[in-house]
């Protein structure tokens, strides 16, 4: 028997309430050459039982058990399909009827890309059982998140936050194993591949349409694990910013003195980055000094072309806006010598 052209692997613990919908999402596609690989990652519920259900029902899907950590059902899931394109997608989750094959399509026409992902809706999962509108900071996230649409884009925003929503992305199978699939570092292990597949300079795509309803609700990992936290997101962050080699070489300056760029400063002098100055437009702020470090006006950036990284840390997209013009009047690259972080 032929593989199928795409793999679509589905960790799931305790899922046994949006399991069926999200399965259904899935045999709903368009796309007729797809298999499923639920993945039972030791449910004490009757998800694997439902999992078996589905599978008599229905030759596509293949059911697996992992009893060991969520990471390592996520690459159990990818490493028993047989798919050269391997998608992901969670249990709580719903696949628009088009998703698998707009993207494998894509896939198809770009082979310069490593993988893609899609826009998505974000709701919030309500106690009825029914869907609402995301909370304020979700809603900013998609908005930001649909805009991340080219490889440039993707590349050169990954401090600001996960430029790809990971129950949307769909990666080549020889990449996946080049990558040896998930790590298990203290921070998010979907975050932690995007920011290693760019690192070593894979390009990633996204397809520009809404392709996935990504729920949100109280028992969500994002919502219950440290792992999740941003905390962990800005180590993630401060981590592979300091592998760069022109950040390493030339040191960083920070671009904004609020808690952003206070935290970033803390996090990446730990790891061994110079932190040269700050620069500010608050002219209460110019001429102070933080943690040691001189606060500089903004329009001195271009004193330190050549000589250090500039980092736009600001939380919010206009400020960040505000900031990436100034820098890339004062000569600076973004993506080479200058980051958004946030």
Known sequence: MNAPSVSIGMPARNAVATLGAAVASLQAQDLGDFEIVLVDHASTDGTMALMESLSRKDERIR????????????????????GALVARMDADDLAQPARLRLQRDFLVSRPDLAGCATQVRILKRLETGDFGPADGGYQRYERWINDVLSPEAIRNERFVDSPLPNPTVMLRREVLEEARGYADPSWAEDYDLWLRLLEQGHRLGKVPEVLLDWLDGPTRA???????????????????????????????????AGPTGKDFAKRLLHHGVAVHAFLEVNERQIGQRIAGLPVLASDRAADFSGRAVMLAAAGREPARETIRQLITKAGFDEGTDFFCVA
């Open 63 to 82: 059911v697996v058990r992992c009893e060991g950590s969520f990471v390592e059902a996520a690459n159990l899931a990818w490493r028993v399909a047989s």
């Open 222 to 256: 994002t919502r219950s694990q440290d792992r999740y936290s941003l905390a962990q997101f800005q180590e993630a962050k401060a981590h592979y910013l300091s592998r760069d080699p022109v950040v390493r070489e030339r040191g960083v300056v920070i671009c904004g």
